[in-house]
Structure formats: C-alpha cells, structure tokens
C-alpha cells in the first residue's frame, strides 16, 4: 500500500509517531550506533521530546531489549514496561489488579495444594 501511495504521489510518513520521525529500523540502527541506553537520551537526541506514547514506548523498550542493555524494569526503562508486566498483574477495567498464581504441577484445594 506504501509503494503504491507514493507511486500515486502522495506523501507517505516512515515516522514511527508523533515523537519520533525516524521508522523503527532506523531508530534501531540510531541506537544502535550511539550506544544510548536510556529512553530518555533516546528521545532526547532523536525524538521530539516529551513522555512517549503507546508506539513509541514499547518499540524503545524492544529496542532496548535486543541491544542487551538490562533488565528492563529498573531506572529510566522501567516506565516503558506494559503496566501488566511492570507490577506482575492485570490491571482491570475499575483500577484494581489481579493476580493469577503459578502453581507448578497441582492445583490448590480447602486442604491445600497437591
């Protein structure tokens, strides 16, 4: 559909999102290549500025996660977490969570788990 708008002559935007104007191939590579390692100074050198949104946060934090840049729940990285991953629950519809156990090879019963 790209290839044939732009055969059409209508302008087509590679930018990510509104933060960012890069594709995401490219703002991997840019990472890449400049070794930043926070959101932050991510969108601080190439971005527009601001918090992030729901495209771009994400796509930073993979990015991130193939650069092997740690664990993705501490310090700056940590607001670029789904809120389910980042408290381990599902947030419901009326704000509150639920959580679902793992309980290995059995079940839990009145008397207990077997």
């Known amino acids: 559909m ?10 087509v935007s ?18 890449r290549v400049t070794g930043l390692r926070t959101f932050s100074e991510i969108i601080e050198r190439h971005g527009r500025g ?17 650069l ?8 700056d990285q940590a607001p670029l977490q789904d809120t389910n991953d980042h408290v381990l629950a599902n947030i419901q519809k009326d704000g509150t969570y639920s959580v679902v156990p793992r ?11 077997s």
């Open 2 to 11: 790209t290839s044939e708008l732009a055969a059409s002559g209508i302008e």
């Open 14 to 31: 590679k930018a990510l999102c509104e933060h960012f104007e890069l594709s995401r191939a490219e703002l991997f590579n840019a990472v």
């Open 50 to 66: 601001g918090r992030g949104c729901d495209v771009c946060k994400p796509t930073v934090a993979s990015i991130l996660a193939s």
């Open 68 to 75: 092997d840049v740690g664990l993705l729940l501490d310090r």
């Open 103 to 113: 309980i290995a090879g059995g079940e839990i019963t009145p008397r207990g788990s």
